[in-house]
């Protein structure tokens, strides 16, 4: 059985990294215009290293829950393609293979001059030079900001288009292109699940809700289990 996944920041919800729009949510905290944009970067380049700097060292410190552990379990057993918005690498850590981070990682950097991406754990400053191209102050995590266009979609909506199941985990389906992909899914006669803390109200065929580190586990063991 083929099996596409989305993923959003609910299934890291209980590995202490916030999600957005939840009571407390990233986006009551901070003016995403501010942080999560190209013109907010470019008014105030500082200001949005040092939040990136911040989700980044809790991500660090972040570990997977059962909800990452369980999906890393059936990648092995299964053919997925993991679809996921959330930037932290605890899929990776759970032992999830070849995520599709489509709105990138805290653990890349980008350079906004040449291009270059390469691996970068630690802060970030507007003094820090890109090693490729050498220019400084135009090193900036390799994260897609609101207006900027997602990465991998192709790979990940033909995952969908060709997916016997496709399973939306941990998120509100509020921001597109990913909220569009249940639509993708419905309309490729795709089978389609949501797993939430509260159902989205997104179009799915069944909706499981509960906590994603009780809820995912359990709808593993049953695919699993299903195999024989
Ligand atoms: N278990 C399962 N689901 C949960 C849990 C939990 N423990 N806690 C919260 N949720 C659900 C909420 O009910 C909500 O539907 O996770 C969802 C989180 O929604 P958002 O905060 O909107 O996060 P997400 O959907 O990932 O946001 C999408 O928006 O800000 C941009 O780029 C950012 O990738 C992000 C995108």
Not at 119 to 127: I, K
Not at 141 to 155: A, H, K, S
């Amino acid at each position: 059985m083929r099996i596409a996944i989305l993923t959003g920041a609910g299934i890291s919800a209980e590995s202490g990294l916030g999600t957005f729009r939840d009571k407390d949510g990233l986006w009551t905290q901070f003016d995403l215009a501010e942080v999560a944009t190209p013109e907010g970067y470019g008014r105030n380049p500082a200001k949005v290293l040092d939040f990136y700097n911040m989700r980044r060292a809790n991500a660090r410190d972040a570990k997977p829950n059962a909800a990452h552990h369980a999906l890393g379990r059936l990648c092995d057993t299964h053919d997925v393609t993991l679809i996921t918005q959330n930037i932290d690498d605890l899929h990776e850590q759970g032992g999830a293979k070849d995520a599709l981070h489509i709105h990138g990682s805290l653990f890349e950097a980008l350079c906004a001059a040449c291009g270059h991406v390469w691996p970068h754990r630690d802060d970030m400053s507007v003094r820090d030079v890109c090693p490729d191209c050498g220019t400084a102050g135009t090193v900036r995590p390799n994260i897609v900001w609101f207006g900027e266009i997602p990465y991998l979609m192709d790979e990940a909506v033909a995952a969908i288009r060709t997916a016997d199941l496709f399973v939306s985990i941990g998120t509100s389906g509020t921001v597109y292109p990913a909220a569009g992909f249940v639509e993708i899914a419905q309309e490729a006669g795709v089978g389609t699940l949501e797993l939430n803390l509260e159902a989205s109200g997104g179009r799915f065929d069944e909706v499981r809700e509960g906590a994603a580190s009780v809820i995912v586990p359990k709808w593993v063991d049953d695919v699993v289990s299903a195999k024989g």
